[in-house]
């Protein structure tokens, strides 16, 4: 009978390419962690051989400027897959400190541990590369817009990926002025100042503590996306 981790890694990649007997040493050298909220599950500059699965809660993979701000670069949320970079190479660091935005946890295995398997499986290895490109995408994504759109357009595009469906229904502010400036690589005031300038743009309507989207055609061409697609 397979337990409930052997099931979810069948749906995950790399996992879902191994076999029940692979699959079941697998599970035998797997580790859970759990963190609270505000947790730092590894930091920036460390040695950090593992590969995780998320299995409850939300970690952000934080980037810090030498000014203390923050840009959030990555969110890891249940089913995810994310990995150090010494898990490939031993002298390379964590580019990013993980943080815990919302409490749960995770399972992990060594490098030691799961590189056998890897190296004996060509699909699953290929897979991880393919997760590996993903991210690479998502990297020059943030790169590109930090490089060519301006705060507001990044601003608005955080709002309509966030909330864009829940029409002009107001929502809950559920992020603060600082997690909205660590998402799009800002300050918390200039977070704040744009905010309120949508406001009397009439893009959005804001209260202390929710909001609507009143104008998502206007954000939209803000952020230079395509209400479309």
């Known amino acids: 009978m397979l337990s409930d981790l052997q099931r979810q890694l069948q749906e995950t990649s790399p996992f879902a390419y ?4 692979s699959m079941a040493e697998i599970t035998s050298l797997a580790h859970q962690r759990r963190f609270d909220k505000g947790e730092f599950v590894t930091l ?13 809660g939300t970690l952000h993979a934080v980037k810090e400027s030498e000014e203390g701000r923050n840009l959030v670069v990555l969110t890891l949320a249940p089913g995810d897959v994310f990995w150090g970079l010494t898990f490939f190479d031993d002298d390379s660091t964590m580019p990013v400190s993980l943080q815990a935005v919302k409490s749960g946890s995770l399972i992990f ?50 709002m309509l990926e966030r909330y864009g469906r829940t029409g002009e229904d107001p929502v809950a502010r559920d992020l603060t002025l ?17 905010l309120y300038q949508f406001s009397d743009e009439n893009l959005i309507h804001i209260t202390r ?9 206007g954000l939209a061409a803000l952020a230079g996306t395509n209400q479309d697609n």
């Open 109 to 158: 295995w060594s490098r030691d541990d799961l590189l056998p398997f890897l190296l004996a499986n060509g699909e699953a290895l290929w897979s991880l590369c393919g997760l590996l490109v993903t991210r690479m995408k998502q990297a020059s994504n943030i790169v590109e817009s930090l490089a060519f759109q301006p705060v507001a357009g990044r601003l608005a595009n955080l």
């Open 209 to 217: 503590t929710e909001f609507s989207i009143t104008n998502q055609e």
């Open 18 to 21: 191994f076999d029940e007997t």
């Open 44 to 56: 920036h500059g460390e040695l950090w051989p593992y590969l995780i699965l998320m299995k409850e």
């Open 178 to 194: 600082d997690t909205m400036a660590a998402y799009v690589g800002t300050t918390r005031e200039m977070v704040c100042r744009i």
